[in-house]
Nanobody, 118 residues
Framework: QVQLVESGGGLVQPGGSLRLSCAAS????????MGWYRQAPAKERELVAI???????TYADSVKGRFTISRENGQSTVYLQMNSLKPEDTAVYYC????????????WGQGTQVTVAS
């Protein structure tokens, strides 16, 4: 089992920055990838960014050049640095971990609200 706890959301003006944090606990050595997803009202949850065990990353086209995913402490903490925020970035942001070798399982945090408005 893996537990995920996000922090760092809030209200920010357009053009501003926020950093989200996700702390993983439990069986962190089983984690293969960690990432961030977001869900805006009346929309489906979408990938924002992921980071793999080998430190390769993938970003949604809409955030490339503005957001950066990183991690420290091995697999236990992942960050999402969000710069040049736009109103369309407003959403609940969820931390995700994919763990397991043969059978992979998704774990989710509780979500943190990010609101970009003037």
């Amino acid at each position: 089992q893996v537990q995920l706890v996000e922090s760092g959301g809030g209200l920010v003006q357009p053009g501003g920055s926020l950093r989200l944090s996700c702390a993983a606990s439990g069986n962190i050595f089983s984690i293969n990838t960690m990432g961030w997803y977001r869900q805006a009202p009346a929309k489906e949850r979408e990938l924002v960014a992921i980071i793999r065990r080998d430190d390769t990353t993938t970003y949604a086209d809409s955030v490339k050049g503005r957001f950066t995913i990183s991690r420290e402490n091995g697999q236990s903490t992942v960050y999402l640095q969000m710069n040049s925020l736009k109103p369309e970035d407003t959403a609940v942001y969820y931390c995700n971990a994919v763990a397991g070798v043969v059978v992979k399982k998704n774990y989710w945090g509780q979500g943190t609200q990010v609101t970009v408005a003037s």
